[in-house]
T-cell receptor, first 114, second 116 residues
Framework: AQKVTQAQTEISVVEKEDVTLDCVYE???????LFWYKQPPSGELVFLIR????DEQNEISGRYSWNFQKSTSSFNFTITASQVVDSAVYFC???????????WGAGTKLIIKP | GAVVSQHPSWVICKSGTSVKIECRSL??????MFWYRQFPKQSLMLMAT?????????EQGVEKDKFLINHASLTLSTLTVTSAHPEDSSFYIC????????????FGSGTQLSVL
């Protein structure tokens, strides 16, 4: 069975601090895809990243970075120098193949205080 | 970038009435669209997969006669909540899959349904 666990329900940090959101997944598939989405208070989901299971190279995009480790089945997301605008709920998701039927984590609510 | 338009953003209706929610891919053709439901402070729950020109595939526990899905064209899928009841009140989100290079899933802005 496939499963995504985001153990952190809510994280609160002060602006400019670095913060890491954890994501642990379970799957028996050899080919799978991992995603991170941001859901601000407006409700609209914003795509952040998609990573396939064969690409373990870490990725950096501005203040965002992702650490994919198959050995621990984790796909953690780090925001460097957090800003108030980063406040949102962040979802980690998994799909067994490219059909995009996503298995969602419960989400982590990130609060960035000024 | 690709945009998915979902309409309406919010709707209030009386119990027993039907409500239609539209999901349009504005600059790409989407053979596959997905409908999700999200309860407050919870994750997204996949309701059904909508395939253009064929019947939708519903997830276990989702009533297909209650939540009618029509994907009549490559750019439009609709979700109709029939005979709505207060327990149907929720945030509904659609997404459209853009295939080809840079394959990606794009989400609509969601529809907040409140049934009185």
């Amino acid at each position: 069975a496939q499963k995504v666990t985001q153990a952190q329900t809510e994280i609160s940090v002060v602006e400019k601090e670095d913060v890491t959101l954890d994501c642990v997944y379970e799957t028996r598939d050899t080919t799978y895809y991992l995603f991170w989405y941001k859901q601000p208070p407006s409700g609209e989901l914003v795509f952040l990243i998609r990573r396939n299971s064969f690409d373990e190279q870490n990725e950096i995009s501005g203040r965002y970075s992702w650490n994919f480790q198959k050995s621990t089945s984790s796909f953690n997301f780090t925001i460097t120098a957090s800003q108030v605008v980063d406040s949102a709920v962040y979802f980690c998701a998994l799909s067994g193949d490219s059909n995009y039927q996503l298995i969602w984590g419960a989400g982590t609510k990130l609060i960035i205080k000024p | 970038g690709a945009v998915v338009s979902q309409h309406p953003s919010w709707v209030i209706c009386k119990s027993g009435t039907s409500v239609k929610i539209e999901c349009r891919s504005l600059d790409f053709q989407a053979t596959t669209m997905f409908w999700y439901r999200q309860f407050p402070k919870q994750s997204l729950m996949l309701m059904a997969t909508s395939n253009e020109g064929s019947k939708a595939t519903y997830e276990q526990g989702v009533e297909k006669d209650k939540f009618l899905i029509n994907h009549a064209s490559l750019t439009l899928s609709t979700l109709t909540v029939t005979s709505a009841h207060p327990e149907d009140s929720s945030f509904y989100i659609c997404s459209a899959r853009r295939t080809g290079p840079g394959e990606k899933l794009f989400f609509g802005s969601g529809t907040q349904l409140s049934v009185l």
